[in-house]
């Protein structure tokens, strides 16, 4: 028995030793590559990426690729379905070569290159440092940390859990969109140290493809990402704050753990079930499409019953449309993805249980909301606000934001932010009330 235990404690010796020394920064990764054009990933029983668009004196542009040119290979690896697309493209780093091939007008194309890596960030007056982090999976995934220049002391700090999509967390290169620029007046005027994460096979994160990683891996990474983060010399980790955007909105609390952050602030997040949320989501993205309400009720006896077989039955689309027929009606995705990533990150998101998360948070707390957010719930925002003011009132706030969205667009109207997502302006008016409430938050 002494054996026994002096092996387990050994065992438990060497686990705390990795992993406290694996939730340390451990440097930027490998550059991934800028390919310079968008491609549609090939679709079920498709073969090959269609090219939609070429960026001018861009990588893809000097290999010779053009618009409606199908790429079939890269590097003698064949592109036949989504995710072997998705981890060609996440293999591909800046300063290798690479050999690409495809069809156009029917014939056989091929080529080779020096790839191009992806441009860094740049904000004004701000230090943007590359690193990476451990993931308790077995590999690293890409953190950016950002600094005011010349600052010497501890720092408050601002911690990103990100959005559900396989969009990145690193500003794009082209067009920006109300999101990112929150997430620059934030970076550029908070006076705080700010990290984000990336997911597992999103940008420069090793790990496999986005589009295969489910909630639980994505969440892992999230939390090892936060120790780390904790531990900088630059923060003051009693001056933390995490800031939960759309899906991380909803699950903020749970990256935390057991550490104890000077406060929560969320925008277009969620609180009950997952099956709620989609039912939601639906009824209300029928009505903006035009259905009469009529149409929306006999439309929804289909989703209803769906969403039972997937979310709460835990099983596959495929596997649903191939039992229940009938129900094609109510899927218009891949059939084992939803918005690109897959069904079981959903499943997981079901098992949740949000309320409780919420119920142990007792630090000041910003609820906002955009007032034509067709993608999350007012109610679900005022449920966050109201079981957080249990433990103390007054400890949590909600701000409506008018005419805004999902992703701090601004609209004249609820019909024209389902219509046209990109027409929407971004005022900075949005990020101040964060920045306002931040900085009171941190000189407590």
Known sequence: MKTVIKLNLTLFFLLLIFFSGHAQLQGPLPRHADLGAT???????????????????SFAARLGLQKDDLLVEVNSQLINTASKWAEIRLSLKGGEKAHFAWIRNGKRIENEGLLTSMPLEQFEGVEVNYESVWSPYGYKVQTIVTKPQNSNQKMPGIFLVRWLSCSPVEEPVGRKGGTEYFLQQLIENSGALVMRVEKPGLGDSEGPPCRDVDFLEELAAHKAAFQAFTQLEEVDPDNIIILGLSNGGGYAPLVAGDFKPAGFAIMGGWMKTWYEHMLEIERRRFK????????????????????????IRKKLPKDILTEKPHLQDAWEFDPAHQYGIPAAYFQQL?????SDAWSKVEVPTLVMYGEYDWIMSRQDHEMIRDIVNHNSSGLAQFELLPGTDHSFHVFENPQQ???DYWSGKYDSAIGEKFLNWF??????
């Open 350 to 354: 079901q098992d949740l249980n949000l």
């Open 39 to 57: 491609f549609s990933s090939p679709k079920e029983g498709a073969f090959g990426a269609l090219v939609q668009d070429v960026k001018a004196n």
């Open 417 to 419: 932010a389902f219509d």
């Open 288 to 311: 903006l499409q035009g259905e009469s309400p009529a149409e929306v009720s006999q439309r929804m006896k289909s989703v209803e019953e769906f969403y039972v077989e997937y979310l």
């Open 439 to 444: 900085k009171n938050i941190s000189r407590k």
